[in-house]
T-cell receptor
Framework: KQEVTQIPAALSVPEGENLVLNCSFT??????LQWFRQDPGKGLTSLLL?????REQTSGRLNASLDKSSGRSTLYIAASQPGDSATYLC??????????FGTGTSLTVIP | DVKVTQSSRYLVKRTGEKVFLECVQD?????MFWYRQDPGLGLRLIYF???????EKGDIPEGYSVSREKKERFSLILESASTNQTSMYLC????????????FGQGTRLTVV
C-alpha cells in the first residue's frame, strides 16, 4: 500500500523567506501528485497537480517538482507571506482516481 | 469554478443516533469520495463512488455506509454513531478521467457525545 510522508511536520519562517516543503512516497508507480493547502478547520484547496510525466508545475509564487523514480516531490514557496500560513498536504494517486495523503506540514510565516 | 458543498460545517450527535452527511458537487463529476481526517493520521478514505448507485470501500469503511442516488449527491451514513467517529469529514469529487484534479468541500466537524 502506498505510504506518503511529509517532513517536517511543522515549520516556522520569517516573512520574505523562500522555503521548501517535502513529500516522499513509497510506490513510484503513480499517475499524479497533487498539493493542497488547508486552513484551520477548513477543507482542502488544490494548489498544483503534477502528472507522472511532468517534472514540475508552477503557479504564481509556488513551484512543485516531481522525481517519480526516487519517490519525492517538493513544494517551493517564494517570498513567503503571513497569508501563506496553513497546513500543506501532498497526495499521490496510483490508480488515477484514489489519492493517498501525507499528514501535512504546518507552516507559520512570522511577520 | 468547481463547487463541492457539504451540508453542515459543524454537527453534534448523540451516541447511537443515525447520522447523515451530505455532499453535493456542481460539475457533473463521475467520482466522489468521503474521507475522515484525524490528527496524526491524515486523511483516510472511507468510501468512494464512480457512478450513480456504484460504491467501493476505502481503507476504513467499518461503521459507515454511503448512498449515491443522483450523480451530484453523495451521502455518508453513520448507522449508529459512536464516540470514535468524532472527526472531520471531507467530501471530494473529480472527473472519471484518470489523473485529473480532485476538489474538496469545506469539511464537516462531527462530534459524537
Amino acid at each position: 500500500k502506498q505510504e506518503v510522508t511529509q517532513i517536517p511536520a511543522a515549520l516556522s519562517v520569517p516573512e520574505g523567506e523562500n522555503l521548501v516543503l517535502n513529500c516522499s512516497f513509497t510506490d513510484s508507480a503513480i499517475y499524479n501528485l497533487q498539493w493542497f493547502r488547508q486552513d484551520p478547520g477548513k477543507g482542502l484547496t488544490s494548489l498544483l497537480l503534477i502528472q507522472s510525466s511532468q517534472r514540475e508545475q508552477t503557479s504564481g509564487r509556488l513551484n512543485a517538482s516531481l522525481d517519480k523514480s526516487s519517490g519525492r516531490s517538493t513544494l517551493y514557496i517564494a517570498a513567503s507571506q503571513p497569508g501563506d500560513s496553513a497546513t500543506y498536504l501532498c497526495a499521490v494517486s496510483n490508480t488515477g482516481n484514489q489519492f493517498y495523503f501525507g499528514t501535512g506540514t504546518s507552516l507559520t510565516v512570522i511577520p | 469554478d468547481v463547487k463541492v458543498t457539504q451540508s453542515s460545517r459543524y454537527l453534534v450527535k448523540r451516541t447511537g443516533e443515525k447520522v447523515f452527511l451530505e455532499c453535493v458537487q456542481d460539475m457533473d463529476h463521475e467520482n466522489m469520495f468521503w474521507y475522515r481526517q484525524d490528527p496524526g493520521l491524515g486523511l483516510r478514505l472511507i468510501y468512494f463512488s464512480y457512478d450513480v448507485k456504484m460504491k467501493e470501500k476505502g481503507d476504513i469503511p467499518e461503521g459507515y455506509s454511503v448512498s449515491r442516488e443522483k450523480k451530484e449527491r453523495f451521502s455518508l451514513i453513520l448507522e449508529s454513531a459512536s464516540t470514535n467517529q468524532t472527526s472531520m469529514y471531507l467530501c471530494a469529487s473529480k472527473t472519471g478521467a484518470v489523473g485529473t484534479e480532485a476538489f474538496f468541500g469545506q469539511g464537516t466537524r462531527l462530534t459524537v457525545v
